[in-house]
């Protein structure tokens, strides 16, 4: 129990994602999701979570199903009582708290949320209470507020758990914490924070219960798409050997990545389509973000095909996206409106005139106001020093 191990894998943050694809999935992803979450309720005697599926409708009520599960978890309890009384009356401090730990581990088990919350605190708070078992406790709270989803908690704990770990947190818990951390910030819509971490601990992750290899490459791949360049997606995510391990896996985002990087437009944006469908509408962490990500992505591909043209027709471009003109002259004009994309466009002559900003005058503009805000200031000191 030492290594925290057991104290990071309930409540099974699965469940909660199936719960997600049960109200956002299709047909055929609602009822995977269904089967999935009523295997896991069972296997784990979920009583209170049960409830909470009921009282959401997700499942109609079965009698038999809660008395059973009432009884299951009681019996646990009952017996995680008598483990704790054992080691208050034959063990040290170290041993009453792990007891008391997985008591706590049991109330997340089950879904008892609130009971959960405070069995973790009341340990973490003993006097006795060692580096790492406050680490496992932070984490079992982090755990918990991830499947709950509550921003406030998965922010505190996640602040907390960098005191504990600057402490003196060892290699794996800080690894730990780096995962979780690459997730949250997906979560927030923090790609350029969560691309940086998932770069960082791709070649040692080791939280298969945050979730699985190929779902976290999922989250990880996504937030590069949207912040890293061409070069750098081929180079660290496209060919890094984890990644390719689990692409299989997930097919539509490698589509995704490897036609922007080869130019495949009209490949780019089936893929675009499968990659909302399969992974943004039914991620917890991304499914507030797919029409950004989806209006990011097609602006990269669109900025990155005018890049190699000082113009071109219409036609031509809404033929590299498979897609009518219509929709083509649509969409530029939306994202060169709000100042997305650098280009004109000739309704008459059907043309698309790229104008690339001036980066050098630019920079000799900004470089001109510097100066002058510099000599201001040491005008200003000079005054000073002189009095």
């Known amino acids: 129990m030492a290594d925290g191990a057991i104290f990071a894998k309930k409540p099974e943050l699965a469940l909660a994602q199936h719960k997600f694809a049960v109200f956002n999935g299709t047909p055929e992803q609602r009822t995977e999701a269904l089967q999935k979450l009523s295997d896991g309720i069972k296997q784990d005697k979920m009583v209170d979570f049960y409830a909470q599926l009921v009282s959401e409708g997700v499942f109609e009520n079965d009698a038999a199903l809660a008395k059973e599960l009432e009884a299951g978890s009681t019996a646990q309890l009952a017996e995680l009582d008598k483990n704790y009384a054992e080691a208050k009356e034959e063990h040290g401090d170290l041993e009453q708290n792990e007891s008391s730990i997985h008591r706590a581990v049991f109330f997340a088990q089950i879904g008892a949320e609130d009971r959960a919350h405070a069995a973790y605190e009341?340990?973490?708070?003993?006097?006795?209470?060692?580096?790492?078992?406050?680490?496992?406790?932070?984490?079992?709270?982090?755990?918990?507020?991830?499947?709950?989803?509550?921003?406030?908690?998965?922010?505190?704990?996640?602040?907390?758990?960098?005191?504990?770990?600057n402490k003196g947190g060892d290699w794996d818990r800080r690894n730990r914490l780096k995962a979780i951390e690459c997730i949250w910030h997906c979560s927030q819509r923090q790609f350029k924070e969560a691309s940086d971490l998932f770069i960082e601990c791709l070649s040692t992750f080791a939280s298969p219960e945050l979730m699985s290899m190929a779902e976290f490459v999922c989250h990880g791949a996504l937030a590069c798409a949207v912040v890293m360049t061409r070069a750098d997606i081929k180079k660290k995510v496209l060919d890094a050997p984890e990644v390719v391990e689990v692409m299989g896996a997930i097919p539509a985002v490698e589509r995704m990545l490897r036609s922007l990087y080869e130019c495949n437009y009209a490949s780019f944006f089936v893929a675009l389509a499968d990659v909302e469908t399969q992974h943004l509408r039914v991620s917890r962490y991304l499914f507030a973000h797919r029409r950004y990500f989806t209006r990011e992505m097609r602006i990269r591909a669109y900025a990155q095909l005018l890049e190699s043209y000082l113009s071109l027709t219409l036609k031509s471009m809404a033929e590299s996206f498979g897609v009518s003109q219509e929709f083509i002259d649509s969409e530029l004009s939306r994202f060169v409106a709000a100042g997305r994309l650098h280009c004109v466009i000739d309704k008459v002559g059907g043309i698309v005139v790229t104008n690339r900003p001036d980066t050098k005058n630019a920079q000799y503009q900004r470089t001109v106001k510097q100066g002058d805000l510099l000599l201001n200031r040491i005008q200003k000191l000079a005054g000073i020093v002189s009095m």
């Open 122 to 165: 009341e340990v973490l708070q003993r006097p006795t209470t060692t580096l790492n078992q406050k680490l496992d406790i932070v984490f079992g709270k982090l755990r918990l507020g991830l499947f709950a989803y509550n921003p406030q908690i998965i922010q505190k704990e996640i602040e907390r758990a960098h005191e504990l770990v």
